[in-house]
C-alpha cells in the first residue's frame, strides 16, 4: 500500500470533498416561484387581517402537522425559537432545572437560561444522543423537563428515556433541528414527546435560512407557545384562547421564509432515502475494518446518514487519523481535540462555564445557592473521552458511489498505517 499522503504518498483523492449544504442545494424554480408571489401580493407580514389562515406561515404549519402527524404545529424566526417557546409552554421558568445532554448546538443550553431555568448536563453514548442511564441519575425535585437532542441525524433512546420521565412527570422536548425528517420504531421524530422543535438554518435538511417549527398533540402547549412567540399575545391568532394571557416575545416568522420552505418536505423522503443509502453503505464497509468502533445504531433505521462518526482508540489516533484522512482527500475531523472552539461540546460554552448571565451576573444559577451546580471538564467526562476518539466526515444527499469508495480506500489506507 502507497505511503500515506501526510507522508509524501500519493492521495486517494484529489478532487475537492462533496462539502455542500443539503437543503439549499435543492432550491429552484418551485421556491422562486413562491417567493416572488408572496412579492407580488404585497403580503410579507403573516397577521395581516384578511386571509389569515390562507398566509404562507400557516400553509407551512399545515405541511409540518400532516408530515408529522401532529395537531399543532407553530412556525417560529429560528430553532432556538422554538425551543425557547417550548420551554415556556411547558411551564418551565425561574428556578426550574431542564435536563441537557452535553454534546448539542449551544442553543439548547442557551435557551433553558433565557427562560430562567438551570441546565443540568447528561452524558451521551456511543450513539451521540442522550444516556438515559446517566440521565436518571441527575433527576432532582427541581427538574421540570428534559431536552433529548437526536444529534447528528440519530434518534436518541426515546423509549428508554420516556420510560423515566414519565415516572416523575418530567416534560419531554425535542430537539430535532439535526435529525428533521428522522424516525423512531416507525415515529416521526419531533412527534414523540410533549413537544418537537425544529430548525430551518442553512445547514439543515431543508432550509429557510433562518427559521423553526414548534409542533404538539397539546392544545394547551400550543397556545401557551403561540401566546409567547408573538409580543402582541393573542389578538392575531385565536378566536378562542382557553389560556390565561403573558407577555411574550417577538418569535414570528415571515411569509417570505415561509414562502421559501413550503414544498421542500415533499423532497426531504428522496433527499434521505439517498442519505440513508449512503450511510448504510459506508458502514457496512467500515465493518471490516476491526481497529474502528461504530454504535450499533450507525446506518440504520434510526440514523440519517448526515454524518459520519467512528471511534479509534484513543485522542491522539483519532487527531492523527483525521490529519491522514484530510491529507488523502477526505476532509475530518476529531470531533473534540480540546483547542477547536466548537460550539456543539459543553466545556466550549464560555457563558454556561462561568455561569454568567448578560447583565453580568449569575442569574438563574442564583436563585438555588442551596444547590451548587458546577460546570467543567469533570461534569461529564465520558462525552469528553467518547467525542476525543470520534473522527467525523460530512456527508450529504450528494455523495456518489464513487466518493463512497474513496471514503472506504482512504480509511482502509489511514487504518492500515496508523491503527
Avoid at 357 to 372: C, N, V
Amino acid at each position: 500500500m502507497d505511503k500515506l499522503a501526510l507522508h509524501g504518498g500519493r492521495p486517494v483523492r484529489t478532487k475537492p470533498w462533496v462539502s455542500k449544504y443539503m437543503g439549499s442545494e435543492e432550491l429552484g424554480a418551485a421556491e422562486k416561484a413562491r417567493v416572488l408571489d408572496v412579492l407580488d401580493k404585497k403580503r410579507i407580514f403573516r397577521y395581516l387581517p384578511d386571509g389569515l389562515e390562507a398566509s404562507e406561515c400557516s400553509a407551512l404549519e399545515d405541511e409540518y402537522k400532516s408530515f408529522l402527524g401532529t395537531k399543532y404545529a407553530l412556525a417560529v424566526n429560528s430553532g432556538t425559537s422554538a425551543l425557547i417557546c417550548a420551554l415556556v409552554a411547558c411551564g418551565v421558568g425561574p428556578g426550574d432545572e431542564v435536563i441537557i445532554p452535553a454534546y448539542t448546538w449551544v442553543a439548547t443550553a442557551a435557551a433553558v437560561t433565557m427562560v430562567g431555568a438551570v441546565p443540568v448536563l447528561c452524558e451521551i453514548d456511543a450513539s451521540l444522543t442522550l444516556d438515559p442511564v446517566d440521565m436518571a441519575k441527575r433527576i432532582t425535585k427541581r427538574t421540570k423537563a428534559l431536552i433529548v437532542v437526536h444529534m447528528r441525524g440519530i434518534s436518541a433512546a426515546m423509549d428508554e428515556i420516556l420510560a423515566v420521565t414519565k415516572q416523575h412527570g418530567i416534560r419531554v422536548i425535542e430537539d430535532a433541528a439535526q435529525a428533521n425528517g428522522g424516525t423512531y420504531k416507525g415515529r416521526m421524530l419531533g412527534s414523540i414527546g410533549d413537544v418537537g422543535c425544529f430548525s430551518l438554518q442553512q445547514s439543515k435538511v431543508i432550509t429557510t435560512g433562518e427559521g423553526g417549527m414548534l409542533v404538539t398533540d397539546s392544545e394547551e402547549l400550543w397556545q401557551r407557545a403561540v401566546l409567547y412567540h408573538d409580543g402582541a399575545g393573542y389578538q392575531f391568532r385565536f378566536t378562542d384562547r382557553k389560556i390565561p394571557a403573558f407577555p411574550g416575545q417577538n418569535y414570528r416568522l415571515t411569509e417570505l421564509q415561509a414562502a421559501l420552505s413550503l414544498g421542500q418536505l415533499e423532497k426531504m423522503p428522496s433527499i434521505l432515502r439517498q442519505t440513508h443509502r449512503n450511510k448504510e453503505k459506508i458502514i457496512k464497509g467500515l465493518q471490516k475494518q476491526p481497529k474502528i468502533h461504530l454504535a450499533p445504531v450507525f446506518g440504520t433505521e434510526h440514523d440519517l446518514g448526515v454524518s459520519l462518526i467512528f471511534y479509534v482508540a484513543d485522542g491522539k489516533k483519532a487527531r492523527d487519523v483525521a490529519e491522514a484522512l484530510t491529507a488523502e482527500g477526505i476532509q475530518a475531523f476529531q470531533v473534540y481535540d480540546g483547542v477547536a472552539n466548537d460550539q456543539h461540546i459543553y466545556v466550549n460554552w464560555e457563558f454556561l462555564l462561568a455561569k454568567r448571565d448578560p447583565w453580568g451576573g449569575h442569574y438563574p444559577w442564583s436563585l438555588a445557592p442551596e444547590r451548587e451546580i458546577e460546570y467543567s471538564a469533570g461534569t461529564c467526562p465520558k462525552t469528553l473521552a467518547l467525542l476525543s476518539r470520534a473522527v467525523q466526515i460530512h456527508l450529504n444527499h450528494l455523495v456518489a458511489d464513487e466518493d463512497i469508495d474513496d471514503i472506504l480506500d482512504a480509511v482502509a489506507k489511514v487504518a492500515t498505517h496508523l491503527l
